[in-house]
């Protein structure tokens, strides 16, 4: 009797379960929110080339060392 009182927890928490997850699926977005197309579409041109927006720290941060370079030549 309580192997088949165990049996029938197990079938209805996975039921449960399986419930929460489809309606877990059904409240997501089908489109993608307007902040991430928004950041995808941020990217700049230079020279005619795309630049990724995450990498664009990286860029500043060279160009700030080149400057200072070229600072320290001029002295």
């Known amino acids: ?32 929110e307007m902040e991430l197309l928004e950041f995808l579409g941020s990217g700049e041109m230079l020279d005619g080339e795309w630049l990724d927006p995450l990498s664009m720290a990286d860029l500043e941060q060279q160009d700030l060392q080149a400057k200072q370079q070229e600072e320290r030549d001029n002295e």
């Open 1 to 32: 009797m309580n192997v088949n009182r165990a049996k029938a927890n197990v079938y209805l928490i996975g039921l449960f379960l399986f419930c929460q997850q489809a309606i877990a699926s059904d409240s997501q977005p089908d489109q993608p």
